[in-house]
């Protein structure tokens, strides 16, 4: 059976992201017209995924809210002659179903996948992180990409990588491949944060992977690591060098990940979007191109 579930962790604090997120998730900020989980799941959507199961934490009611049909506006619009705006709400009544589990400590992101194991129930399952989207407007097929792959494969776990400059590899997870580097590759390694010297690559994971349910065992295994959190990625390293097959996709040109996981790219991410909007994208550029030119203030 294809791949059809996904797991959307939206438990994080949001740390680097406050005082925007004391008390709004960070995964319904605003990118252009639509909050960014919105994104997400419309791209799973568009996947072939049909279950969605978040790992939800304190504060996240209102990622519950946003995905619930909700009639009392869908009347009022339409009481109220706003039909057009009834367009907006399609996602609603996509053919998804929803899922919410807690993660009750926020020990990490390998804590929140291991918190649906008992959803997931021993399928084949992608990991979506809830504060990225993928291609701009989320117009990635990437998902599908991998969980095909993992099929014709017969992997244990698909990671999606992104290239990112040499100095920007302490941030992330990097790939180790195993012989050439192409679009899809195997990997022989993943090293966390390495040093620019050392590192293997500049591929680093990006946001979205398949995994098959060995993983738990791997993420049940993990000893905490830095600031007490389970690392997913300690968890896929040790699943490699056990033997595990792990394939790598790079992300295809104009599928760039948005990461709103810090002001600068969520900065960046709210203004390309915005741009490129459908219906204001023009007025928006020109008035940044007015603003460019004009002032000092901005350089
Ligand atoms: P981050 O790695 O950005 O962590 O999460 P964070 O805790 O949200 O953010 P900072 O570092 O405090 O600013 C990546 C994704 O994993 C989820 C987040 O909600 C986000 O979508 N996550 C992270 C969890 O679900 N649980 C966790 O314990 C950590």
């Known amino acids: 059976m294809p791949i059809d579930i996904a797991v959307v962790p ?3 604090r949001g740390t680097r992201l406050l005082p ?13 017209s639509k909050p960014v989980v ?9 996947c072939g995924i049909h279950r969605l199961l978040f790992v939800t934490g304190p504060g996240k ?4 809210n946003h995905f619930d049909i909700d009639s009392e506006l869908i009347d009022h619009l339409r009481e109220t002659g706003k039909e057009e705006l009834l367009e907006d709400l399609a996602f609603e009544r996509e053919d998804l179903q929803y899922f919410y589990t807690r993660q009750r400590r926020q020990l990490g992101l390998g804590h929140a996948v291991l918190c649906a194991e008992p959803v997931v129930d021993g399928q084949d399952f992608v990991v979506a992180l809830g504060d990225s989207i993928i291609g701009l407007h ?5 998902v599908r990409t991998m969980t095909e792959l993992f099929e014709t494969a017969a992997a244990a776990a698909v990671i999606a990588f992104e290239e990112v400059p040499p100095e920007e590899v302490v941030h992330y997870g990097i790939a ?7 679009d899809v590759f195997e990997l022989a390694d993943l090293i966390e944060k390495p040093d620019v010297r ?17 993983i738990f065992d791997y993420l049940r295994n993990t000893e905490p690591g830095k600031g007490g959190e389970i690392q997913l990625t300690d968890a896929i390293q040790a699943l490699i060098h056990d033997g595990g097959r792990v394939m790598g996709v790079r992300l295809p040109p104009h599928q760039a990940r948005f ?6 790219s969520y900065f960046q991410a709210f203004i390309e979007f915005a741009m490129a909007d459908p219906d204001y994208g023009e007025r928006v550029k020109a008035f940044t191109r007015k603003l460019l030119s004009g002032g000092d203030e901005v350089e």
Request: proline share 8%; hydrophobic share 40%.
């Open 259 to 264: 990461d709103i996981g810090n002001f600068e």
């Open 10 to 12: 939206v438990a994080g």
């Open 198 to 214: 050392e590192a293997p690559s500049n591929l680093a994971v990006a946001a979205r992977y398949v995994f098959s349910p060995a």
């Open 176 to 182: 180790q491949p195993k012989g050439r580097l192409d």
């Open 38 to 46: 919105q994104y997400v799941v419309e791209e799973l959507a568009r």
């Open 61 to 64: 009611t209102a990622i519950e």
């Open 138 to 142: 989320a117009q990635s097929t990437v």
């Open 20 to 32: 925007l997120t004391k008390s709004q998730p960070k995964e319904m900020l605003p990118v252009g």
